[in-house]
């Protein structure tokens, strides 16, 4: 798929490297379709490293897809220029009055931290019911999957003792549903969080279609009936040495962390990891575009509040 961004961002040129199609501005508008508007809200540290991973999943159906960067506030960060931020990031404030495709709100590191303690909580709350009215289907990963059920459902906070770390086996629960057309029966995604997503307690307290599920890493995909809202508690997005990375920092910051769970050959990390599940990420990418966005958005977005979401059949 041409996803449109602008040619300056440093993942264009990571992008074309791996002969993915990356489209100009000029030659998107030169084409007589409307692109699909997906807009990324970006809450991890090193912005530059999670847009790219995020624009190579959007890639691969035929749809056009023209992407937005969004920033959650203007604070500075250490691990992004100011200048990135500035060139290619949007503040809420200059989205706000339009309508949107698809959202996809990224994970963040705040797994020990308590929603009334992030300190851009209020933001996340007012984003999240700005996309009610605005937004075909929002996409939540990891954190933001966490933070979705908490103001869409009012679920507490629920942290696990110990780190998920690695690559697991999942099974998937209804092979007909539009997010899981071409799956396997089992799978494999990585996970790096310490939300607990239990199944059961998702089935008794929410009315979501539980799609994929892991006996060590529970739920891993879930879905609103009108597939308007999806949350995906791993990383498909992930890189091969995201995994890698993240274990090398806890361990040299005197953390000791467990060795990511099925990663590494041998369970060796002196040994070079190996990517298992990026089929499965485009798959996810591809099905949740296509049957949540595609098929389900008004063509004139500025009539979205007319639009009738109705179930696939």
Same mark, same amino acid.
């Given at each position: 798929?041409?996803?449109k961004?602008?040619?300056?961002l440093?993942a264009?040129?990571v ?11 000029a030659?998107a ?6 692109p ?11 912005k530059?490293?999670? &847009? ?7 890639? /691969?159906t035929?749809? *056009?897809? $023209?992407?937005?960067?969004l ?6 960060t250490k691990?992004t220029?100011t ?7 949007? *503040? ?5 009055d339009? /309508?949107f495709d ?9 797994g020990?931290?308590? @929603?009334? $303690?992030v300190?851009?909580? &209020? !933001? ?6 700005? =996309?009610k ?7 939540f990963v +990891?954190?933001a999957?966490? =933070?979705?059920? %908490? ?11 110990? %780190?998920?770390?690695g690559?697991?086996t999942?099974?998937t629960?209804d +092979? ?6 071409g799956f $396997?029966?089992? @799978? ?11 199944? =059961?307690?998702? !089935?008794?307290h ?13 739920v891993y995909?879930a879905?609103? %009936? ?8 791993g990383?498909?997005e ?7 990375? !993240? ?7 005197g953390?000791?962390?467990?060795i990511p769970?099925? #990663?590494?050959? /041998?369970?060796?990390?002196e *040994? ?12 996810l @990418? ?5 049957? +949540?966005? #595609? *098929?389900?958005t ?7 509040? &007319? ?7």
């Open positions: 798929m041409p996803i961004i602008p040619d300056r440093p264009t040129d992008l074309r490297s791996e002969n993915i199609f990356v489209m100009s501005e030659r508008a030169s084409q007589e379709i409307r699909l508007k997906v807009l990324l809200l970006n809450l991890m540290p090193k530059i490293e999670t &847009e790219t991973q995020f624009l190579r999943l959007l890639s /691969n035929p749809l *056009q897809v $023209d992407i937005e960067l920033r959650i506030d203007n604070r500075p691990n220029p200048e990135h931020l500035d060139t290619f990031y949007r *503040q809420f404030e200059m989205v706000k339009r /309508n698809g959202l996809i709100v990224t994970g963040a590191p705040l020990l931290v308590q @929603f009334e $303690d300190l851009y909580w &209020e !933001e996340i709350q007012t984003i999240m019911a700005w =996309a009215e605005h937004v075909t289907s929002t996409l +990891c954190w999957a966490q =933070a979705g059920l %908490k103001l869409l459902y009012d679920l507490p906070k629920r942290t696990r003792k110990n %780190k998920l770390s690559v697991y999942h099974r629960l +092979c007909h549903h539009p997010l899981l057309r $396997d029966d089992s @799978f494999l995604a990585p996970h790096s969080r310490y939300a607990d997503f239990s199944p =059961a307690y998702l !089935e008794e929410t009315d979501l279609d539980i799609l994929a599920t892991s006996e060590q890493a529970g995909l879905a609103t %009936k009108d597939k308007r809202n999806v949350f995906v508690t990383h498909p992930y890189d091969v040495d995201t995994l890698h990375n !993240e274990y090398m920092r806890d361990t040299g910051e953390m000791e962390p467990m769970v099925n #990663y590494y050959p /041998n369970n060796d990390p *040994q070079p990891p190996i990517a298992s599940w990026r089929s499965h990420g485009h798959l @990418f591809a099905n949740w575009l296509n049957y +949540c966005v #595609y *098929q389900q008004p063509y004139d977005l500025d009539r979205f509040s &007319e639009a009738n979401f109705t179930k696939d059949e």
